[in-house]
């Protein structure tokens, strides 16, 4: 459970707009009544005498973002070295994603997904340890949905071992750290990661552009492999994400039950209306064709990224006309903590409108994970709050802008306080 807090003061924030995101209209002005970690008023006609007013000016108020695919673990500072997968221990690794996830934060991204340790941890859930310091307000960062492990095949895409083509017997994974081959050993790596704390299981179905291993999109995992990840974890209540790029992996994915495809680079139209039919979510990671950086890669993948990319951006644009369920995510560290609202613009270059953006990482993110507690500027739901200047609805660009972040009552930060001389 989190520490409680001191009591604090009602806290009445003002702001020259604020976005309804379920009407997709701007409300003049905006205000919004915080108590404790909730939003109790909109638009309040009274005001407890003890309320603290918070006036952001010429500023629009939007719910805090999500991003529902991120690996705080990963990136971040003093992260060059090719080797830090042999580099970083346990300690260091979880210290590195205390700045990612403050950045994170910072950037008005008040939840997201931690889909899928893939390094050496001696078992540990570090992602899980990581919500939970979150959580008692040790440090800041943005509310956490934990995968703990990645469930892979030996050579799968996830298996770390593989990115950088090491010699058998290099730093090997055991099956509660997510390496698993055959139905036995993944419901046994599944069950590990459910009992320590994951709240979504993710897994991967093909292989990616960093794959060593086939061509791009080649299936990795059985279809009965598939089927037994989603029976252990649907039976406890929790649902699969699988990194997945090519189409027949894709088609698979779907009828194993998979709740959510991350990228679905290489999925032809029957693909991506199998996903409209079952309701399968897509986190498009669609940032990444435009600026991932592959320039170190060895040329084999240089050369995959150069046939799937521009084959993904017309995969996403297909994905929005059909009316896919896409939520925002963006594969950070594949592109740098932090400038997670890259992901928005670029949705939108893929034919979004600002507001079907906002709401890829707002109520459609929502959708994913199941919390309708967040999302929206409501009574009743979490104070978790940006404000970003302009109009986000005419320029998406604005979410690269946060000038102010609450999450759950609390100011993270407020660029139009005054400073101290």
Known sequence: MPRPRAPQHPI????????????????????????GDRITAV???????????????????????????????????????????????AALRTLRSVANARRTLRAGFTTVRNLGLFVQTGGLLLDVA?????????????????????????????????????????????????????????????????????????TCASNGVMSHTGPAGAQQYSNEELAAIVDEAHRAGLKVAAHCMGDLATRNAIEAGIDCIEHGSLATN?????????????????????????????????????EVFPQSRLTITRAIEKGVKVACGTDAPAIPHGRNAKELVALVDRGMTPLQAIRSATTVAADLIDADDRGRLEPGLLADIIAVPGDPLADITTTENVRFVMKGGQVFRNDTAPTED
């Open 270 to 306: 029957e693909t991506l209306d199998m996903m409209v039919e079952n309701g399968t979510f897509l986190v498009a990671t669609t940032y990444l064709a435009d600026a991932m950086d592959v320039s170190h890669a060895a040329p084999e993948l240089q050369a995959k990224a150069a």
């Open 43 to 89: 638009a309040p006609e009274t005001v407890p005498d003890d309320a603290v007013v918070v006036d952001l000016g010429d500023l629009t108020l939007i719910p805090g973002l999500m991003d529902m695919e991120v690996n705080l673990l990963l990136g971040g500072p003093d992260h060059r070295s090719p080797l830090n997968p042999v580099q970083d221990d």
């Open 12 to 35: 009445l924030l003002r702001a020259a707009r604020m976005l309804d995101v379920d009407r997709g209209e701007l409300v003049t002005p905006g205000e919004l009544l915080v108590e």
């Open 130 to 202: 990581l919500k939970k310091a979150i959580d008692f307000g040790w440090i800041e960062g943005p509310r956490i949905v934990p995968a703990g492990h990645a469930i892979t095949p030996t050579g799968g895409h996830l298996d770390p071992t593989m990115f950088q083509a090491f010699a058998p017997h290099i730093m090997p994974l055991t099956v509660e750290e997510g390496i698993a081959n055959g139905v036995a050993e993944i419901r046994h790596a599944v069950r590990y990661q459910i009992k320590h704390g994951a709240k979504v299981i993710k």
